[in-house]
Every structure is written in structure tokens, then in C-alpha cells.
């Protein structure tokens, strides 16, 4: 293959940066990227197809003879074994996690149930921590225990509970950090050397802090996983999910997403690509805001209680602050007052928009209550901490002083 044409059909070489050296901000930018590319153009194209064409019978079996023996093909085949713009994000997000290799899939969902059904089998025993995603707290007790995958649930921040929850059979320690929506921080030292202890794999969902806040690899976590259509797409325009880690991880995944078919779409690969340029301008705002409004809500006196790992106040504070350059850009805070207070308060407010998901550049609200939890039991909800009262706020990259000047004036309807 020429060099033109090779560095057409693959971005992964003559990158425009040597990926595991960069700092995050010039990562976002440039890793992962050709320095020359396709038709001259300066932003990876969009490989809008589903299937690659061989000149003839010998190039194909050419590839095929070749593939045997590489990890990573030089020209793709179908697209769902690979994409020239999806690995161009795929490079991208493991320089930005430092990781040796990334899987861009088509959702956060995607990435957490594909990597699970690919490290448990039959039998096996893993341990989750209980703050977390619904969907994914329900796909780890429910769904997995068809499969004969049993789930102990340990409470966020109790190592001393994930220990005695360890069986013969334990395979795997699951948690995010920060959790949805309190905001609980892993003490990733002490998580990694109780994991290696028992010879157990650490996997974390790290949607909520993003690689330019913290980034678990570098504690000796195995694999990291992101719901992309948060922080990292970061426009509230794309669903996408990847998994982070080392290879001999990450390999049999790949093998499992082609079989699976998890696949994200060339197109959203390339909005995923867009929004990952400008993630460390994007999270320096999200930190300033969550933290300015996170102390602006806990001198309130229409706030209860302020969830935000950079207070003071936070069970994780001093975690936080050893593990994370910035707190990312969620604050969860009760209301003085009931489920109809709370309600007042989200319908007052201005800027925040009223609607799922976290992590983009406009800022959201929601009642976890009504949101997340609307059909399930109240007094299950209410074990799990989630009053009516609950309010998460995902701040966006507004100025700060018109979204706090926004918030004053709901409270005033609390
Ligand atoms: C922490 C966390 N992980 C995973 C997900 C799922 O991601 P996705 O919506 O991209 O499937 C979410 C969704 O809200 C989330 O908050």
C-alpha cells in the first residue's frame, strides 16, 4: 500500500502527536489523528460506510493472511470490525486515559454490559457499589443473574463491607466515580490494592470526573469506561460509550463487539471527535461552576444539603482531593422543603433546562425522584437516599454569574 493511500484508510498512523507524552489539552486536539489524511482535509473524514471493497481475490486473501497475525488490521474489512473515523476517536480517548487501547461504542450502556458479559461467565461473583446508574445497577443485579452471574451491592466509601463480600468465585470490583447522583469518590489506592490482594479486576465508570479531572489507569485500575454522551461528546447531540485499558483486555472485547455488535456509527464518531477537541476547556468551566454553585447552594437557606465532592462537607472530600485535579461540573442538593418545593425550583428556573443526562455544554436539571426513579417503589427509592427533595443539577459551560444569579431567583419559589 502506498503512504497516501495507507495513511487514507488508517488515521492511526503518521499521528500528528505521539500519544502516551502529550499533555490533556493538546491530547484533546491532536492524538489519535493523521497529520495528513484523506483528500488533504485538515479534520478526519467521515468513512460513511458499511463495508470496504478488495481490488481482487488476492488482495483479499492477502488481508485475510495478514490479519491472522496482527492485533490491529492496517485496512478495515466490515464495518463492524472497525471504521477509519471511529478509530481515530478510539486513538483519541486511550492518549486521553493513557491506556494502551480504547473501543468506541454506541452507547455507555454498551461499553458497561458488553465489558462485563466479556470479563464474568457462568458462576462467577462480582461486587458493584450501590450509588450508581440505575440501568446499570439493574443490568448487574437482574439481567446477569439469568446468566448464572451472581451480584453482591456494597455501599459507596464501605472497603471494609466490598472485603467481607469476597467470595472464592469473586471475579470483579465494579464501581463509578464519581456516583450518580451523590457523588461518591473511589479511594482508587485502596480499591487497587484490595483488588490485587484477591487477585481480583477493577472496573470503573469514570463518566463523571473524564480523563481531564482523573484518570483511574494511572492508579492501576484495569479498565475504564465513560458513557461518551456525557462530558466527552459533551454537546447533548450523540450517543456513544467506550472502554479504556490495556490490550489483553481490551482484545477480547473487540473480538466480543464485532459478535455483539455494539458498534458506534462513523457519523457519531465524528461528533464524538468535534467534541472531544475542546473537552479540557469545556471541563475547566464545568469545574468552576460546580464548584461556585455547590458553595453558593450550601449558604442557602432554602438548600438542605449540598452533595459536591470539592465541599468541604462531602463524605469523599479528602479522597477527592488526592485523586482529582477538578470536581467536573454535577452538584446533587436537597431543597428545604418537600417534593412539590423541588418542583417549584426546577419549573422557576431559567437556564438549566428540565431533562435527563449530565456532562454537556448546557446546563440540566432534574428531580432524580421523577427522572431516574418514577416507577420504582418509594421506600426502595428512599433506601437508596432518593427523597422527592432531591434536585441534580448538570452545569453546563455558562457564565457562572448568570447561572447563580438563575438559581437565586428560583430558590425563591422553593
Ligand atoms: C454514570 C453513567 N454511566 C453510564 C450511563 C449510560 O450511558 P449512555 O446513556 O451513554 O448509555 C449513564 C447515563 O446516564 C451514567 O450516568
Not at 65 to 76: G, K, L, Q
Not at 359 to 385: C, F, H, K, T
Amino acid at each position: 500500500m502506498t503512504q497516501a493511500a495507507s495513511q487514507a484508510t488508517s488515521p492511526c498512523c503518521a499521528q500528528r502527536t505521539s500519544t502516551s507524552s502529550t499533555r490533556p489539552l493538546t491530547a484533546a486536539v491532536h492524538a489519535g489523528e493523521a497529520r495528513y489524511t484523506a483528500f488533504h482535509s485538515l479534520t478526519v473524514p467521515i468513512v460513511q460506510t458499511a463495508t470496504y471493497t478488495f481490488q481482487d481475490t488476492a488482495a483479499l486473501v492477502d488481508f485475510l493472511e495478514a490479519r491472522m497475525f496482527w492485533d490491529v488490521p492496517e485496512r478495515e474489512e466490515y464495518g463492524r470490525y472497525g471504521n477509519p473515523t471511529v478509530r481515530a476517536v478510539e486513538a483519541k480517548l486511550a492518549a486521553l486515559d493513557r491506556g494502551e487501547d480504547a473501543l468506541l461504542m454506541g452507547s455507555g450502556m454498551a461499553a458497561i454490559t458488553g465489558t462485563l458479559l466479556v470479563l464474568l461467565s457462568q458462576g462467577d461473583h462480582f461486587i458493584i457499589t450501590e450509588d450508581c446508574y440505575r440501568r446499570t445497577r439493574g443490568f448487574c443485579q437482574s439481567f446477569l443473574a439469568r446468566y448464572g452471574i451472581q451480584c453482591t451491592v456494597v455501599p459507596p466509601g464501605d472497603y471494609r463491607a466490598m472485603e467481607a463480600a469476597i467470595r472464592p468465585h469473586t471475579r470483579l470490583l465494579f464501581s463509578e466515580s464519581p456516583t450518580n447522583p451523590f457523588l461518591r469518590c473511589l479511594d482508587y489506592p485502596r480499591l487497587v490494592e484490595m483488588a490485587q490482594a484477591h487477585g481480583l479486576r477493577t472496573v470503573v465508570d469514570a463518566t463523571f470526573a473524564t480523563p481531564i479531572n482523573c484518570r483511574p489507569l494511572e492508579f492501576g485500575v484495569d479498565l475504564v469506561i465513560h458513557s461518551v454522551s456525557k462530558y466527552l461528546a459533551g454537546h447533548n447531540d450523540v450517543l456513544a460509550g467506550c472502554v479504556v485499558g490495556r490490550y489483553e483486555l481490551t482484545t477480547a472485547l473487540r473480538q466480543a463487539q464485532g459478535i455483539l455488535g455494539m458498534v458506534a456509527d462513523p457519523h457519531a464518531a465524528y461528533l464524538v471527535l468535534r467534541g472531544l477537541k475542546t473537552l479540557g476547556l469545556r471541563v475547566a468551566q464545568h469545574n468552576r461552576n460546580g464548584l461556585a454553585v455547590a458553595r453558593f447552594l450550601e449558604a442557602h437557606p432554602k438548600v438542605r444539603r449540598v452533595w459536591y465532592p470539592g465541599l468541604e462537607s462531602h463524605p469523599d472530600h479528602p479522597v477527592a482531593t488526592r485523586t482529582m485535579s477538578g470536581f467536573g461540573g454535577v452538584v446533587s442538593f436537597e431543597v428545604a422543603g418537600d417534593g412539590e418545593a423541588a418542583r417549584r425550583f426546577v419549573d422557576a428556573c431559567r437556564i438549566p433546562v428540565l431533562a435527563p443526562s449530565l456532562g454537556g455544554v448546557e446546563s440540566l436539571i432534574e428531580q432524580p425522584a421523577l427522572i431516574s426513579y418514577y416507577d420504582v417503589d418509594p421506600e426502595e427509592r428512599l433506601r437508596l437516599g432518593i427523597r422527592d427533595e432531591l434536585v441534580r443539577l448538570s452545569l453546563g459551560v455558562e457564565d457562572t454569574e448568570d447561572l447563580l444569579a438563575d438559581l437565586d431567583q428560583a430558590l425563591a419559589a422553593v
